[in-house]
């Protein structure tokens, strides 16, 4: 049984949220859930991620229920490349939103299985016995420097571009999306965030918190608090999913943002 909580936070210092969430049961059993960090002036960011969380949903539908993981994956790569085609074409029909665009990280779930998708530098996490691993590759210009061995890890935490993503939804006609069928057993959690999260609480904060007291409910809200107590300089927003009937579930459909 798989259980969901999420929320959103406009931070500490920004006017506007620009970052988007969902949670979703799907009618054959499988569970949606999508966060997504808008980019762009002229509040274009917050237009781009709704409607990310807009149209991939509606991209997944119809989903034959005897459809395996790997299929589903493919499923939800086109629908986010069609997502993609539509706020590309928003943008470049309206002139003052122009460049606007949205990370965005997916996942759809049973209790066997799991598909991730992403684009940007939003974040998949697994919690498993006691340990935290990021499952998602920052799609960022910093991260690419890390792995040419231009600058270290350290190094990319402070560095002055560290925003400066290398892909994003709806800047190009045509996108890649990475996508990815993962280890998913009972006892499992899976997080998915903005970078308000990954990019001021360090990882094993993170994973003190998820492990925690309290219901799924409990750990988000404690995991935003974790952002705005480093400075919540950025929106934040947190999904967790459960692969565990032991957790109450918090609006198990919804969005948040």
Request: hydrophobic share 40%; glycine share 10%.
């Amino acid at each position: 049984m798989l259980k969901m909580a999420f929320l959103s936070d406009i931070g500490r210092v920004r006017t506007v949220n620009e970052d988007r969430a969902l949670v979703q049961d799907q009618p054959d059993g499988w569970a949606l859930a999508i966060v997504a960090d808008g980019m762009g002036g002229h509040q274009a960011g917050d237009i781009a991620s709704a409607m990310a969380i807009e149209w991939i949903p509606q991209g997944l539908h119809p989903m034959d229920a005897d459809l395996n993981g790997e299929q589903r994956g493919q499923r939800l790569r086109s629908a986010i490349e069609k997502a993609n085609e539509k706020i590309f074409e928003y943008a470049s029909e309206r002139e003052n939103y122009h460049g606007m665009g949205t990370t965005v990280v997916a996942v759809l779930a049973s209790s066997e299985s799991a598909v991730i998708a992403h684009i940007g530098d939003s974040r998949a996490y697994r919690i498993r016995g006691g340990h935290i691993e990021q499952l998602t590759e920052d799609h960022s210009l910093v991260n690419e420097l890390v792995k040419s061995g231009q600058i270290s890890r350290e190094e990319a935490e402070h560095h002055p571009r560290r925003n400066v993503l290398t892909r994003a939804l709806g800047t190009e006609p045509t996108i890649e999306v990475d996508v990815q069928e993962i280890s998913w057993q009972s006892g499992d959690m899976l997080l998915l965030c903005s970078d308000g999260l990954s990019g001021l609480v360090e990882q094993q904060r993170i994973l003190h918190t998820v492990l925690g007291e309290g219901d799924l409910e409990d750990k988000v809200r404690g995991l935003i608090n974790e952002a705005l107590a480093a400075g919540g300089d950025d929106n934040v927003t947190v999904v967790l999913m459960a692969n565990d009937s032991r957790h109450r579930a918090s609006e198990p459909n919804g969005e948040a943002g």
